[in-house]
């Protein structure tokens, strides 16, 4: 087998090596190539998605209600929604 022998002191600074230029190409694109948004730009996608996430949430949370995803105890009277309708209706 023939091949050269790097010590391990050689091979350690080699990979600290790598991990330093790493970390510096890292810091010089968030720098100087990444565009980041506006104060107003950011507080306007905010608002936008907590809205979204508010809509949303109600509209699932209707449809639970309206499916009847909650259970109701046997024998006490409350909403089992639609298909609780159905299935009250279709069994005997």
């Keep these: 087998m023939s091949g050269v022998r790097v010590s391990p002191s050689v091979l350690k600074k080699k990979r600290l090596a790598g991990i330093r230029t790493y970390i510096e190409e890292t810091i010089n694109e968030l720098t100087n190539k990444v565009s980041w948004p506006t104060w107003e730009d950011l507080q306007t ?27 109701v105890p046997e024998g006490e009277w409350g909403w089992r929604g639609i298909l609780g309708f159905i299935y009250e209706f279709i069994t005997p």
């Design 45 to 71: 996608s905010s608002i936008i998605v907590l809205t979204t996430s508010v809509i949303l949430s109600l509209i699932i949370w209707l449809m639970d209600y309206a499916f009847g995803i909650w259970s």
